[in-house]
C-alpha cells in the first residue's frame, strides 16, 4: 500500500470510530491541536450524514421532532455505519434498526414511519425505465392473453401497514404544524408507491387487488391471477377484474412490458 493509501485508510477508520493512529500523522496547528482538527472532520462526516436521514425520513423527522430524531440519528450511525460509496444508500437499515432496537422497538409506529418513508425515498430514484401503454396490449393474441406474465416497473413498491404512516407523512411534507394522531388499525391495509414522470404517488388498495398485484409482482401468469381471484368473486367475472386491475395499472405507469410464457 502506497504512503497515501495507508493515509487515507487511517483517515476513514477514523472518521468511522476504529482505532487506529491516525492521530499520529496529523499535525498541530496554532492553538488548534491534532485531535481538535481530526474531531472537526469526525463531527462533519456524522452531521452530513445526519442530513441525509432528515431528508430521506420526512414523517419519522416530523413525528419525533428533531432534538428525538438526531438522537435516533446518531444511533443509527453507530449502529449501521455507512458501507456505500453513494450517501442514497445509507438510510436502507432504518426501518429494521427501529424494529430490533430498545427503545424504539416498544413503539412499532416508528419502524412503518421509516419504511413508509423509504419507499418512498426508494420509488422516485428508481431508475426511469419505460412505461407500458395501452396500445403495446393491441399486439397480444387472444390465445395468449391466459399465458401473460406481466412485469413492474423499477419504482413500485408495496407495504403492508398497521398503523396511518401515509397520513402522518402527507401532514409532514406539506409542513402541516399538527401532524394526525397515530392510528392503528385491527389489520394491516395494503399501499402500493410509485413514480410517474418526476412524481411520486401512493394509495391503499382493496384485498383483491393487493393480490392481483402481488401475484403478478410474483411473476405468475394472467390466468393464475384470475384463478386466485375467485377467492372473492366467482369465476365468470374473475377475468374481468382482472383485466381492469391491469388496466389501472397501465395507467398509472405501473408496469414496463410483459411476456408470455409456458
Known amino acids: ?12 477508520a477514523y472518521l468511522l470510530g476504529a482505532p487506529n493512529d491516525a492521530i499520529a500523522i496529523v499535525v498541530d496547528a496554532g492553538r488548534i491541536s491534532a485531535a481538535q482538527r481530526l474531531a472537526v472532520y469526525a463531527e462533519a462526516y456524522k452531521l452530513r450524514l445526519l442530513e441525509a436521514l432528515e431528508t430521506d425520513f420526512v414523517a419519522l423527522l ?11 440519528g446518531f444511533a443509527y450511525i453507530d449502529a449501521w455505519p455507512s458501507s456505500h460509496y453513494s450517501v442514497r444508500y445509507f438510510g436502507r437499515h432504518m426501518a429494521e434498526f427501529l424494529t430490533q432496537s430498545l427503545p424504539y422497538a416498544k413503539n412499532p409506529l416508528l419502524a412503518e414511519l421509516a419504511a413508509f418513508d423509504w419507499a418512498l425515498t ?19 393474441d387472444a390465445q395468449d392473453w391466459p399465458r401473460l406474465r406481466f412485469h413492474a ?3 413500485v413498491q408495496r407495504l403492508d401497514l398497521r398503523w396511518n404512516a401515509p ?14 394522531a397515530p392510528e392503528q388499525s385491527e389489520h394491516p391495509f395494503p399501499w402500493v408507491i410509485w413514480r410517474q414522470g418526476l412524481d411520486t404517488f401512493f394509495r391503499s388498495l382493496e384485498v383483491d387487488e393487493a393480490y392481483a398485484l402481488d401475484a403478478a409482482l410474483r411473476g405468475e401468469r394472467f390466468e393464475d391471477i384470475c384463478e386466485g381471484l375467485c377467492e372473492w368473486i366467482d369465476a365468470e367475472h374473475a ?3 382482472a383485466a381492469a386491475f391491469l388496466r389501472q395499472w397501465i395507467a398509472d405507469e405501473m408496469l414496463r412490458e410483459f411476456s408470455v410464457v409456458p
Open 1 to 12: 500500500m502506497t504512503a497515501l493509501g495507508k493515509l487515507q485508510g487511517e483517515f476513514q
Open 62 to 72: 416530523a413525528h419525533l421532532g428533531a432534538d428525538a430524531f438526531r438522537t435516533l
Open 122 to 140: 426508494t420509488a422516485f430514484d428508481a431508475d426511469d425505465d419505460r412505461a407500458l401503454a395501452v396500445e403495446d396490449m393491441s399486439t397480444i
Open 153 to 155: 416497473r423499477a419504482s
Open 167 to 180: 397520513a402522518i407523512w402527507k401532514a409532514a411534507d406539506s409542513g402541516a404544524e399538527t401532524l394526525p
Open 239 to 241: 377475468a374481468g377484474r
